[in-house]
């Protein structure tokens, strides 16, 4: 009767398998990293679109968005409640409105894929291309007639909805800002999908997993020689990256070297406070201590709360003296005042051998700065979060000089943009990338933080060291693999030997451009399968109603 129940489902409630495609999507992404669960959850999408309307394709679309998000990021709520001293009820609501937005990315491309609007641009594009005696109109006209099941044939809709998902998820990484949070290629980092990574980033790894998952809905759905084709294509798409995972991209430049990263473990609610300001200083300074012997050591973001002006006599200046007596570089994060415009930036400062900072370009949204106040007014007002008026960084490039090496610096969730850390290269010979995820508390973010971080390195083919407040700390190697790490809340340190690298993944040379003009040659096909179909409509009339 169970089994029963569950054909039964999945046949006759499209609405709920999207939605719980979404949430299981969720256990694809870190801490839970079943790599597996992101293919077959497209599948599902895929699957709940059938035969739908464009108004059931989007709406189907955004509850598949609500379960991916809901489930995802619903850790936002911690940093507006618990340190944005927003109340819980707004706090929440605030959060699902989010969600409700986020989601509409994924309703689009349901809408997409569905819509007749796409199947009269196919159709008018294939009458382009024909070169046989023109096909009959009832044909053409009974594409897309919306109560023709036919609207949209099984090749048009296998190819845009992998190819419309990932257009919008790459327009979710930049407009407003951008969220480029829970893109599908980030679940695949333990996957031989990871493979393609340095070729055309996560955005190529996204449009593969769903690509993946119209192949596995396909070999489910189709007969004949479609299905082996399905099962021979999806074969291939892994076996392909399983093999691209042995290719060195980069190469060992100059001597290796002993890295640290330190993580003190100060709670948010501590961490602004004025009276807290030596004591989060002595802590850094003991794990410093223990560390050194090490020729680079590594503070989080905002390691220091006082303002850089305010700490370097008393603290920098010995400190820098210490280190290079030491034979060590240390990079810490700290707020930084230009005291001649009164604007204040979110810094990372190297000293030792000499100074060099870098300033914070890619602010987030109502935590660093407050975006329209002049429109948003009094509501501007309810979020209370410390140091929120930060101005952007003004440098070319995010490079950061630190001793004899050149490094690729990121502060905060700037590593979640993938051509932001690319413009590093290829001058840098390592990354660095420095947070505070405590604002989102014993939550998913923090394990999905580091996630995307191990993929800026396996697409550059670059080290990266990433040292945070609460955790995760750690040292990763040019595969995205981690070789030391130290566990949320839980002050202590990590070392391991850092190999500078250099040369450039193709990545780096091709950028998103990849993966953009991949999803537009599905398109493409598309076309052409559309103008096969509507030849084979015109000459058997009969098969119009067959979907």
């Known amino acids: 009767m169970s089994v029963r129940l569950i054909v039964n489902t999945w046949r006759q409630a499209p609405n709920l398998i999207a939605f719980l495609s979404g949430a299981l999507m969720v256990l694809s992404f870190a801490p839970f990293a079943w790599f597996f669960m992101a293919p077959l959850a497209f599948a599902g999408l895929l699957h709940s679109l059938r035969n ?20 995802g990021v619903w850790w936002i709520r911690i940093s507006l409640n618990e340190f944005g001293n927003i109340d819980t009820w707004l706090a929440w609501l605030l959060t699902a409105v989010f969600i409700a937005v986020l989601a509409l990315y994924s309703g689009v491309s349901g809408w997409l894929a569905r819509s007749p609007v796409v199947s ?14 023109p096909a009959a109109p009832i044909a053409a006209n009974a594409l897309t007639t919306p109560t023709d099941n036919c609207q949209l044939t099984t090749a048009n809709f ?14 979710r990484g930049w407009l407003f800002t951008g969220f480029p949070w829970l893109n599908l290629g980030y679940s695949q980092l333990d996957s031989p999908l990871a493979g393609y990574a340095p070729i055309g980033g996560v955005y190529l790894v996204s449009l593969l997993v769903a690509l993946s998952g119209s192949l596995i809905w396909g070999g489910l759905h189709w007969r004949g020689w479609r299905r082996w ?3 021979a294509s999806l074969a291939a798409l892994w076996l392909g990256g399983s093999a691209l995972q042995t290719v060195q991209w980069t190469q060992p430049s100059g001597a290796p070297f002993t890295a640290a990263v330190v993580q003190a473990n100060i709670p948010q609610a501590l961490k602004w406070t004025p009276e807290a300001s030596v004591q989060i200083a002595q802590a850094y300074l003991e794990l410093t ?7 680079l050591i590594l503070w989080p973001e905002t390691a220091l709360t006082d303002f850089l002006h305010d700490v370097r006599e008393p603290l920098l200046t010995p400190l820098a003296a210490r280190a290079r007596e030491e034979g060590a570089e240390i990079v810490l994060g700290l707020p930084v005042l230009n005291l001649k415009t009164g604007q204040y930036y979110n810094g990372l400062l190297s000293i030792g051998s000499h100074e060099a900072l870098y300033a914070k370009r890619h602010l987030v949204p109502f935590g660093e700065f407050i975006p329209l106040r002049f429109v948003l007014g009094t509501l501007a007002e309810l979020f209370d979060v410390p ?25 905060c969730y700037e590593d979640a943009f993938p051509h932001e850390v690319a413009a ?24 999905q933080h580091l996630q995307i971080a191990r993929f800026r390195a396996l697409e550059t083919g670059r080290m990266l060291l990433r040292a945070t407040n609460t955790g995760i700390s750690a040292i990763i190697d040019e595969r995205g693999r981690i070789l030391t790490s130290v566990p949320t809340f839980r002050r202590g340190s990590a070392s391991a030997v850092v190999q500078p690298r250099s040369g450039a993944t193709p990545f780096i040379g091709w950028g998103n451009g990849l993966a953009l003009g991949l999803s537009l040659l599905l398109w493409g096909i598309a076309v052409l399968l559309e103008r096969h179909d509507m030849r084979k409509h015109a000459s058997q009339p009969e098969e119009r109603n067959r979907c």
């Open 158 to 171: 296998f190819l845009i909805l992998p190819a419309s998902y990932l257009l919008l998820e790459w327009v």
């Open 52 to 71: 739908a309307t464009p108004r059931e394709g989007f709406w189907r679309g955004w509850l598949f968005g609500i379960g991916l998000f809901g489930g």
């Open 289 to 295: 201590r223990e560390q050194f012997g090490a020729a």
């Open 424 to 447: 590093a290269l290829p001058e840098a010979q390592f990354l660095i990338n420095v947070s505070n995820d405590a604002w989102f508390g014993d939550s998913l973010a923090p394990h």
């Open 229 to 231: 084709l399905a099962a």
């Open 387 to 411: 140091m929120s008026d930060f101005s952007a960084g003004t440098s070319a490039r995010p490079l950061l000089q630190v001793g004899k090496w050149q490094a690729g610096a990121s502060i």
């Open 120 to 133: 009269d641009q196919v159709v008018k594009l294939a009458r382009r291309f024909r070169t046989a005696r």
